[in-house]
């Protein structure tokens, strides 16, 4: 018997036909050429990019590659390429690392997990190849279904364009006698139903005035002469809707191999003045649908709901300035709903849009429903530098099946207009009023009251306003963890819109004037943070907080440890401490043997508690020694510091210091950009924070699962 070649699809020449664009982290030059060589000599066309600093890493990021290769660099960690290649453009691509000095097999699923693809060894240049090629595969297939996707996109586009904008009456005929027909062809000539025309001659029906000339051409053209196929008819058809003469085209069938499609072009010099709005008017719904059926294919889920979110009400401030004032409000608002949702938008008219939401299961969609709730506070949207209010209305509907056509998607949209939100089912951290079941609070100081006709009273009023209203907006936002292994945890801020602007309370030096306000606002913060978290353990169980506070509820509210040790009960989350509450590091130094005291307590209760601001001042290190705490959130003066490789090594010296006097989790937050993020990574700061790995919030979003 013969042999037969078995051969690995892999080892084929599919992948040597294209250019292999390779990013190699490395300060090896050695190894660079021998990785560029190893390719080359098997006939690879290879375009690769050597560089060991981050600078440079970020400025390549911006183009095309198709794989990375991490092996050594001065100033960059794999982890932090990791995270930088997650933010970037190509969030897929595929980065192989090259196996480390200290390397153990042990360690191989804990570096997969991190994100990634694959530890090759150098020194087996068989295998290396082979991992690579791997890779390659990988790589080209993402990067060919993302230009097929936007190529399908760009054709059923186009072709949803070329029908609305033809607007053609289309039959088949065999043998002279109609089998089929479209129901614009139908309308044309007055008919209700396909049964009404199959079966009836052609000429029955256009009833040309020359007879004999449309019998002629008819007949040469069923013997293949397709270029007397357009030409125009006059017609007695007294049935015809439109004026003559008719312009009419032959083809051969698609379909039928014996038949003919006759086109007749239904446009005329009339309708085609009230064509414009029509297509105005129907031409993105038809879109949007197709698009929303093809995002639900290209990422099935068990389950799937349309959400829709449409203005409330459309302040009239924005159209007493210039032109551009509306057109970028209404840009604005899909940004604003883009950055609070992370998922696909869709917009139906400008104040508009759909949402695509997915999930595994009922409960978890549901819990990302009742999410969206905060949504529906009174905003503010920044236009031009200058802030207009934002109020939306946001209903849903599930999307049982696929949606079929314009009519099957205006009921979808119909339903989700009128079908508010899920609401949390009741439960005991639901039903947690601030001051329920808990004491009257007792104040060690007497209340500071302002000057009744102080500006700082007029705020505070506002702000007990919207205390009473509900109207207090909570922030929330993810901290990325080094370490991959408390993923979900958010800090939460928290303000209230006063004539046009945002305050924040955390910054807010009136409060610190009105204990009994800070304290009820506390609470408040706590449980309505409390019902979120409740709400988003559903999707993700391990998910905490750190709460940001005032000193108030910490210095006098002695009920507060009773108030947090139930709420942590309530909350029902399967994590020893859920909450951790930050307080300023000067509110505490300035009141140190209360606040030790308290916070023992409060630890005592199930409750981590943690300092922001913290670092900047003399008396930091003192602080640490003498508080009970190990969570840190530093000064935004300390942050600054990664801006210069100087000053990041003086910042890390402070942070071993700090090690040094108490071991603990330290938070850098404001890395509001990619210099900032990724200098971070050469610090001993655990969590790191900003506008770079996700916004502050209304709500709470995984945004590394979006």
């Not at 503010?380 to 934002?390: K, R």
């Not at 003192?622 to 510091?641: A, E, F, Y």
């Given at each position: 018997m013969g042999s037969i070649e078995v051969r690995n699809p892999l080892l084929s020449k599919k992948l040597k036909r294209t250019e292999t664009r390779l990013l190699i982290i490395d300060d090896n030059q050695i190894r660079f050429n021998q990785i560029r060589d190893l390719l080359t000599s098997s006939e690879h066309i290879v375009q690769a990019t050597l560089l060991d600093d981050l600078q440079n890493f970020e400025k390549q990021l911006h183009h095309t590659w198709d794989l990375v290769i991490f092996g050594r660099a001065y100033d960059l960690k794999y982890e932090q390429a990791l995270s930088l290649i997650r933010l970037s453009k190509q969030p897929n691509l595929p980065m192989i690392l090259l196996k480390p000095d200290d390397y153990q097999a042990d360690q191989y699923a804990g570096y997969i997990r991190k994100g990634v693809y694959d530890i090759l060894n150098l020194d087996y240049p068989d295998r290396f190849y082979l991992g690579l090629l791997r890779a390659l595969s990988l790589s080209r297939l993402v990067l060919t279904q993302q230009h097929l996707m936007q190529e399908l996109e760009s054709a059923q586009t186009h072709a949803q364009s070329l029908v609305q904008e033809s607007n053609k009456a289309v039959a088949l005929v065999q043998e002279g006698i109609h089998i089929q027909a479209n129901p614009e062809y139908l309308a044309l000539f007055g008919l209700k139903s396909e049964d009404d025309i199959v079966g009836l001659p052609l000429l029955d029906l256009?009833?040309?005035?020359?007879?004999?000339?449309?019998?002629?051409?008819?007949?040469?053209?069923s013997q293949g002469q397709f270029d007397l196929g357009r030409f125009e008819v006059n017609t007695v058809n007294s049935q015809v809707s439109i004026p003559n003469p008719l312009k009419i085209e032959f083809l051969p069938s698609q379909d039928e191999d014996d038949a003919l499609q006759i086109t007749i072009d239904i446009e005329t010099s009339e309708s085609s003045h009230t064509a414009p709005s029509n297509t105005d008017k129907n031409y993105q719904k038809p879109n949007t649908y197709q698009l929303i059926n093809r995002t639900i294919t290209q990422q099935p889920s068990d389950i799937n709901a349309l959400v829709m979110f449409s203005l409330a009400s459309c302040p009239e401030s924005i159209f007493e300035n210039d032109w551009t004032t509306p057109k970028n409000y209404f840009i604005n608002l899909k940004e604003f709903l883009k950055e609070q949702t992370h998922v696909p938008l869709f917009k139906i008219s400008n104040s508009i849009f759909v949402g695509v939401f997915q999930a595994e299961s009922k409960a978890k969609?549901?819990?990302?429903?009742?999410?969206?709730?905060?949504?529906?506070?009174?905003?503010?949207?920044?236009?031009?530098?200058?802030?207009?209010?934002?109020n939306l209305r946001i209903g849903y509907v599930i999307l049982d099946a696929e949606i079929t056509d314009e009519a099957h998607f205006e009921r979808f949209v119909g339903t989700a207009y009128k079908t508010p939100l899920p609401q949390n089912q009741p439960t005991p951290v639901l039903?947690?009023?601030?001051?329920?079941?808990?004491?009257?609070?007792?104040?060690?100081?007497?209340?500071v009251k302002p000057v009744a006709a102080s500006p700082e009273s007029a705020l505070i009023r506002a702000l007990q306003q919207?205390?009473?209203?509900?109207?207090?907006?909570?922030?929330y936002q993810q901290l990325y963890d080094k370490q991959d292994t408390n993923l979900y945890t958010y800090e939460v801020t928290s303000g209230f819109i006063y004539e046009n602007s945002w305050k924040d309370l955390a910054c807010l030096r009136e409060l610190a004037e009105d204990p009994e306000l800070s304290i009820k606002l506390d609470r408040w913060i706590l449980v309505e943070s409390c019902k979120q978290l409740h709400n988003f353990i559903t999707q993700y169980p391990e998910a905490r907080l750190i709460v940001n506070l005032n000193k108030a509820v910490?210095?006098?509210?002695?009920?507060?440890?009773?108030?947090?040790s139930k709420l942590i009960t309530i909350v029902r989350s399967k994590l020893k401490h859920p909450l951790i509450l930050q307080f300023s590091e000067?509110?505490?130094n300035q009141n140190i043997t209360d606040a030790q005291k308290n916070i023992a307590q409060l630890r005592q209760c199930g409750a981590e508690v943690s300092l922001r601001d913290f670092g900047n001042t003399i008396y930091s290190?003192?602080?640490?020694?003498?508080?009970?705490?190990?969570?840190?959130?530093?000064?935004?003066?300390?942050?600054?510091?990664?801006?210069?490789?100087?000053?990041?090594?003086?910042?890390?010296?402070?942070?071993?210091?700090?090690?040094?006097?108490k071991a603990g989790e330290i938070m850098l937050r404001d890395l509001n950009d990619m210099t900032l993020f990724a200098n971070a990574w050469n610090v001993?700061?655990?969590?790191?924070?900003?506008?770079?790995?996700?916004?502050?919030?209304?709500?709470?979003?995984?945004?590394q699962d979006q």
């Open positions: 256009l009833q040309p005035k020359d007879l004999n000339d449309f019998k002629l051409r008819f007949k040469k053209i969609l549901e819990s990302k429903l009742i999410g969206l709730s905060s949504l529906t506070k009174p905003q503010l949207l920044t236009v031009n530098q200058a802030s207009y209010p934002l039903d947690l009023e601030p001051n329920l079941d808990i004491p009257v609070i007792e104040l060690q100081q007497p209340k919207s205390l009473d209203r509900g109207e207090i907006h909570l922030k910490l210095l006098h509210d002695r009920t507060f440890p009773e108030f947090i000067e509110d505490i290190e003192s602080v640490l020694r003498q508080l009970d705490i190990n969570c840190l959130t530093l000064h935004p003066t300390l942050t600054k510091m990664l801006n210069a490789e100087k000053s990041t090594q003086e910042l890390q010296e402070k942070l071993v210091a700090f090690h040094e006097i001993d700061a655990r969590f790191i924070q900003g506008d770079y790995f996700q916004k502050k919030l209304d709500h709470l979003i995984d945004v």
